[in-house]
């Protein structure tokens, strides 16, 4: 009987923690498929960062750091320019990459750190309890945004890939989403092709994947996909920001 | 034998270093430490080495964390304000059970402070650099020659105990020139490391480089196993030099930079006929109790001198636990005490014992 | 043993007094002896007063920061005012009178007087006063001799700015012959 379907050789048997509906499990299979697919599971080595991901160390098979809030990227350029040889990826929240790591991500990305950055959106900080994120929409209702994002005094959101692409040292900048087969199959294309940029040493790629938290946002899985379509991607339209390699938008 | 050089102290300590193996430097500018990294600059892309220049002292920690998780070693450099942002950095190290070489070119503080020469971040530097349950190994070299002898010793034993070491030293050490001789390539060999994340090759099980522990009983086992390691530190590695001590009334505890002017008290002292000596720790942490209690009998008052409002002095008295009068005499805010300083406090307790 | 030097430069940022220091101190490491050299550092990086101690000893070096020392070079009137009364009895005090005008009231110091700007202008040797004064520091404390002095000098002056080698020795030399 031929196996069409099964677990990708790069994720552990670990059962992952996360919430009926969220996303992130489907994020780490597309990155664990690439790895599979590209074999590079015994020279890669993944960055789980702190938040609802932070046990992501226990669920990928390579070899696995844990950084601290935010210091991925810089965890990453220090695992890159010792071992040159070895494919890096950090894996990390909307809190981590765009609030307390802005300066690592923007820094790494602007010095060209040849590495792979995995940044999962989902508007929220999910494992403290759904505080608002830099990435939260206006008027989006949190526990400390109890009457909305009031734009006057919390700001607006940021959005990461428009932000990067302005910078010389990102090879590749692409907002996906994972609410529809087809969707998820264009963001598996990206997130394998942010690997694949970092084996040619083309330098920094990020893929930011658009997701939804039904926990804290407080909705069942398919009314919370249903808002991410609604809410999330006209504020943050999915597309290529900036694609240097061969066939990309911009060179 | 090598040649004997004329180097500035944190140039001293960058070659040293290189010497020692290291070709990962991470850091941020910070004054009275610069050289150090203008050094690194300069050499590393010569000898097929990183020299990164962070966006923060933040980043530059987390690089070195990132450097000595993938099985190398690496260091970074900053000065008093600089180390208060790397101490999130070093918790992380400390809590990875990962080494590394951080060095503290101290100024003085609080804040801003000042760029002067300091020795205000003992505390922070063998009691609190971050937060947690830890130690990290804390050397204080007196000369440019012994900041290159710790540098390789900081190295490898920060290798063996898979801890994070400091050399803690001022600006006056920093800046200064002193001839030098730099030890032979080879001198110090860096050890396997089998629990580093530099990829599996399909050849292990996946190693995970982490603090996090969510199970309480795991954490508190893990610390209970670290403090295990810091004990047996505690039993063999306390360094110090001791002056004079044999039949000193008055022992000075100095360290560093103070040491070196309380060096020129303790001959002026002599040479009044009081018996004046000196212990002077090499290792902060561990610090060298054992030395301090042997010297409890014979000596009549202690007198720890220092560049701070009273810092080590804590130490002093609780390794003296009572059984002597502990003195303590400094200057802060980036003032150097002068040998008659210091001279005047032997007197003043040689007047009363 | 040789008694101890411990020399004080001070004048403004630029004048070269670090430099002048170094070579002093390289005097020290040939002819094997203790060594120490402090510069002041902040942020009066060029025009700002600036100072550096050098010890040289016999023995092992406590403090190298020089308090009272027993031989000062001074090339400005603030350095001159401030340093004075630190000079040790029976020391020496190197003045560079082109840059200062004042005269030393105390009696119990050996003070010299060297034009040691205008020397240096004169010599097509702009900006080496500082070597005027460390050429007459030898001569007249004889803390080392000319060889080593020169052979310091060469120590000094990295290999990939050898024309200035020659200008510097022609500097030192004009010191040890002022009268």
Not at chain 1, 9 to 18: C, I, M
Not at chain 2, 80 to 100: M, N, Q, V
Request: charged residues 20%; proline residues 6%.
């Amino acid at each position: 009987m031929a196996i069409v379907y099964k677990r990708p050789h790069a994720l552990t048997d670990e059962v992952f923690h996360y919430c009926p509906g969220c996303t992130h499990g489907i994020i780490h299979r597309l990155i664990a498929e690439t790895i599979d697919e590209l074999e590079i599971e015994g020279c890669t080595v993944g960055i789980a960062p702190v938040g609802c991901a932070v046990r992501a160390y226990d669920f990928f098979s390579c070899d696995m750091v844990q950084a601290a809030h935010g210091r991925a990227p810089a965890v990453a350029t220090g695992l890159k320019r010792a071992r040159p040889e070895n494919i890096i990826f950090t894996y990390q929240g909307d809190g981590d990459l765009a609030a307390i790591g802005m300066a690592e991500t923007v820094h790494a990305a602007t010095r060209g750190e040849n590495i792979t950055v995995i940044f999962v959106n989902n508007a929220i900080y999910g494992m403290t309890g759904g505080q608002m994120a830099p990435t939260s929409l206006p008027g989006q209702v949190t526990q400390t945004t109890p009457y909305g994002r009031d734009t006057n005094s919390a700001g607006y959101p940021i959005r990461v890939c428009e932000l990067l692409s302005t910078l010389d040292g990102v090879a590749l900048a692409q907002r996906v989403t994972v609410d529809s087969v087809r969707n998820v199959r264009i963001a598996k294309k990206a997130i394998k092709k942010a690997f694949e940029n970092q084996i040619k040493g083309l330098g920094f790629s990020i893929v930011e994947v658009v997701s939804s938290c039904p926990t804290n946002w407080g909705m069942a899985p398919n009314d919370a996909l249903k808002w991410l379509q609604d809410n999330m991607l006209p504020y943050y339209p999915l597309g290529v920001y900036k694609d240097i390699s061969e066939g990309g938008e911009n060179k | 034998m090598a040649e004997k050089v004329l180097m500035k102290g944190n140039e001293a300590l960058a070659e040293a270093a290189i010497c020692a193996g290291c070709r990962h430097f991470f850091g941020y500018p910070i004054t009275p430490q610069t050289e150090l990294a203008a050094y690194m600059a300069k050499k590393m892309p010569k000898i097929g080495g990183t020299y990164l220049q962070a966006e923060s002292e933040l980043a530059a920690i987390n690089m070195v964390l990132g450097a000595s998780a993938a099985g190398v070693r690496a260091m970074t450099s900053s000065s008093s304000p600089g180390i208060s942002l790397k101490t999130e950095g070093i918790s992380y190290l400390a809590g990875c059970d990962l080494p590394a070489l951080i060095i503290n070119v101290q100024r003085g503080g609080p804040g801003l402070g000042g760029i002067q020469p300091s020795q205000s971040d003992y505390w922070q530097a063998t009691k609190a650099t971050g937060h947690g349950d830890f130690q990290i190994l804390v050397f204080a070299p007196s000369t440019i020659q012994e900041m290159v002898d710790l540098v390789f010793l900081a190295f490898d034993l920060g290798d063996k105990y898979r801890m994070p070491a400091m050399i803690l030293l001022d600006g006056m050490l920093g800046q200064m020139m002193e001839p030098v001789v730099l030890p032979e390539a080879g001198k110090t060999v860096v050890p396997d490391r089998p629990w580093a994340a530099d990829g599996h090759k399909n050849k292990r099980p996946h190693n995970i480089i982490n603090s996090l522990y969510l199970d309480p009983l795991k954490l508190e086992q893990t610390n209970i196993e670290r403090f295990k390691r810091y004990e047996k530190i505690k039993g063999t590695e306390q360094r110090c030099e001791e002056l004079h001590t044999e039949d000193a009334d008055i022992i000075i505890v100095a360290y560093g930079a103070s040491s070196r002017v309380c060096r020129n008290a303790v001959a002026a002292a002599r040479a009044q006929g009081i018996k004046a000596g000196m212990i002077r720790p090499i290792t902060l942490w561990p610090f060298p109790v054992d030395t301090i209690q042997k010297r409890l009998v014979s000596a009549k008052a202690f007198l720890t001198v220092e560049m701070s409002m009273g810092q080590m002095v804590d130490d002093v008295r609780l390794a003296v636990n009572g059984a002597k009068p502990v003195h303590f005499f400094g200057r802060t805010g980036g003032i150097i005490p002068s040998p008659p300083e210091v001279l005047e406090q032997i007197e003043l307790i040689n007047g009363g014992i | 043993m040789r008694p101890d030097l411990n020399l004080l430069l001070a004048g403004f940022g630029g004048q070269g007094l670090l430099f002048g220091g170094k070579v002093v101190a390289y005097c020290g490491l040939i002819e094997n002896r203790e060594i120490s050299w402090l510069p002041s550092y902040g942020p009066e990086m060029r025009g700002g007063t600036a100072n550096c101690s050098v010890c040289i000893s016999d023995e092992p070096i406590g403090s190298p920061l020089v308090l009272s020392p027993n031989a000062l070079i001074v090339m400005n009137l603030p350095s001159l005012e401030k340093f004075i009364d630190t000079v040790e009895a029976g020391g020496s005090v190197f003045i560079d009178s082109s840059m200062i005008s004042k005269r030393v009231d105390r009696k119990d110091i050996n003070v010299f007087y060297i034009p040691a700007t205008k020397l240096a202008e004169e010599n097509d040797l702009k900006g080496l006063a500082n070597m005027v004064l460390v050429g007459k520091l030898c001569k007249e404390l004889g803390f080392c001799s000319k060889e080593t002095l020169f052979a310091a000098m060469e120590k000094s002056v990295p290999p990939s700015k050898a024309e200035l080698l020659e200008k510097n020795k022609k500097a030192l030399q004009i010191g040890i012959d002022y009268l």
